[in-house]
């Protein structure tokens, strides 16, 4: 049945549309003229129904319904209203729905990028009812509204993957070992140099080693120094990577080297994304909290002071953006001081109330000796054990950020202890390090979740007992009722209108909720004095 056919019935199919429950003056369509109305475009069916009903004038009854169509001012020439689509083409349709208007999406590959590339038309009906009283006479209209519009829409996934890679401990500046040579760059005759972001505090314990490998490499390495301390976690501190790395002429495919702790590498990162749109970098952690955090994931940033507003923001500004690889060496670690150490601990102990028992009870055991050792061999700890607690950080790390790098999912486990701790790290002149403020965080929570019912208090007790054996704080005098319910509002603001504050269930178990109160919050602050901190 052709469409000229059809049209010639348009009328009384128009009409037996606006309501399917009534029959209109005796009209009765047969099946076939309904299959091969279905069997048509919806644009046209469109067009035919708002075509129709524009030209007929309905009969009033007692009750009556009124329908009509019209046709969006915004709406755009759609090629398949003008004729069917061939065979040919509608093999290669994508049908979908538009996840911000609800309407009918129709996607077609587009011959030199079919992947890629798709001209699109999207239809959307808004259909509104009116019911209205007159005496004794009801009357309904319903008009329905067709927008169509056509576009293109271009689609790329990005190949995101890295390498963390695990170095013999102790060789990664050593000769010997070529792994970092070959992480940052090729070794041919025509490229003997190399580009490297070293943090202060590395410089000047390994500053000579690290030349001294490139030396004996044959290749001429330039270095910036960079103060890598959370002070200095500032646009500046990247404008300065910037410069040097215009004055260098980095080319767009040739890596360079960020050594040290997180913001050093937080930092580089960040520089790395921003120089001619993205070059590649390698990140090799040298502190026990980049090691099992920022070394693993996607994300870089600094905090940024507004001037409008006369505050600063942790991490406010950043990106995400992955390195070409990571190179973890453990021996780094035995040059921290204990707090250090320590601080590390409370990204780790943050992983193990969220994800691990077995990594708790690692951290119960042993968490006190490698503190003490500084994660060196002891004849207290077992061998392997700091190699299990740091190994099995990063694979829950990974596990949890892999599937959701650029987290499009914001109900995250690994944002506990993250609710808080940034505006206790912001507070003026406040001496706390990250992961000491991670683990302040940490244990606020677990006093709401116990005051939620989630754990028992020997939970709690045995929680608090393993912080103070890792000589983290468990408290700050700046936690106050005010910066906790501030906190709230700000992860409002952060997670996209919802709390989304992870708390935990059982050791190892962890859901998050998004009814926090400022009742609950100050009954937790005054739980909290209850401890021994």
């Not at 348009?10 to 003229?33: C, F, M, W």
């Not at 911000?100 to 038309?121: H, I, M, Q, T, Y």
């Not at 923001?313 to 070409?324: D, E, I, L, M």
């Not at 708390?503 to 021994?532: H, N, P, Y």
Request: charged share 25%.
């Amino acid at each position: 049945m052709t469409v000229s056919t059809i049209k010639k019935i348009s009328s009384e199919l128009a009409i037996s549309t606006k309501d399917r429950n009534q029959e209109k003056n005796g009209t009765t369509l047969l099946p076939s003229v309904l299959e091969a109305w279905e069997s048509l475009p919806e644009q046209i069916r469109a067009a035919l129904v708002s075509k129709e009903t524009g030209d007929n004038n309905m009969p009033s009854s007692s009750n009556t319904t009124v329908s009509s169509v019209t046709k969006s001012s915004h709406s755009f020439p759609s090629a398949s209203s003008s004729s069917a689509a061939s065979q040919d083409d509608e093999k290669d349709e994508f049908h979908e729905d538009c996840p911000d208007s609800g309407g009918k999406v129709v996607l077609r590959p587009l011959e030199r990028a079919p992947k890629n590339v798709f001209s699109f038309e999207k239809t959307h009906v808004e259909e509104v009812v009116h019911v209205q009283k007159n005496g004794n006479k009801l009357t309904t209209t319903t008009t329905k509204t067709v927008s169509t519009g056509r576009g293109w829409r271009n689609v790329f996934s990005l190949p995101i993957s890295y390498d963390v890679n695990v170095v013999p401990h102790g060789t990664l500046l050593d000769p010997s070992n070529p792994q970092l040579l070959h992480a940052t760059g090729p070794t041919s005759e025509e490229y003997k140099r190399r580009f490297a972001v070293v943090d202060n505090a590395v410089d000047e314990l390994y500053g000579d080693a690290i030349r001294a490998y490139f030396v004996a490499k044959g290749i001429e390495l330039t270095t910036i120094i960079i103060n890598g301390g959370e002070a200095d976690k500032r646009p500046d501190a990247v404008d300065k990577i910037l410069d040097e790395l215009c004055v260098y002429k980095l080319r767009r495919r040739e890596p360079f080297l960020a050594i040290g702790g997180g913001c050093l590498l937080d930092i580089a990162g960040m520089a790395a994304c921003l120089y001619r749109r993205g070059v590649p970098f390698v990140r090799v952690p040298t502190t026990l909290l980049s090691i099992v955090d920022a070394s693993v994931g996607v994300k870089n940033g600094v905090d940024y002071c507004c001037d409008v507003t006369n505050d600063t923001y942790k991490n406010r500004v950043g990106t995400f953006y992955a390195p070409s690889s990571c190179l973890l060496d453990n021996s780094f670690i035995a040059t921290q001081d204990a707090r250090n150490i320590s601080n590390g601990f409370g990204e780790i102990l943050k992983l193990a109330l969220v994800r691990s028992a077995d990594l708790f009870e690692l951290l119960e055991a042993h968490g006190a000796a490698l503190v003490e050792s500084r994660f060196a061999d002891s004849p207290s700890v077992p061998i392997g054990v700091s190699d299990r607690i740091i190994d099995l950080s990063i694979q829950i790390m990974l596990e949890e950020l892999g599937p959701n790098l650029w987290e499009t999912t914001l109900d995250r486990c690994v944002d506990y202890g993250h609710t808080f701790s940034k505006l206790l790290e912001m507070v003026p002149g406040a001496d706390i390090m990250h992961g000491e403020a991670v683990n302040v965080d940490g244990f606020f929570c677990v006093v709401l979740a116990c005051l939620r019912g989630f754990i028992d208090m020997d939970t709690v007790n045995r929680i608090f007992k393993c912080m103070q054996s890792l000589s983290l704080p468990t408290n700050s005098d700046d936690l106050q009722s005010q910066l906790a319910w501030q906190s709230c509002k700000d992860a409002i603001e952060h997670r996209h209108g919802e709390q989304r504050i992870p708390l935990i269930t059982g050791i190892g178990e962890s859901i998050c909720v998004s009814d926090v109160t400022q009742d609950e919050l100050d009954r937790a602050l005054v739980m909290m004095k209850d401890f021994k901190h």
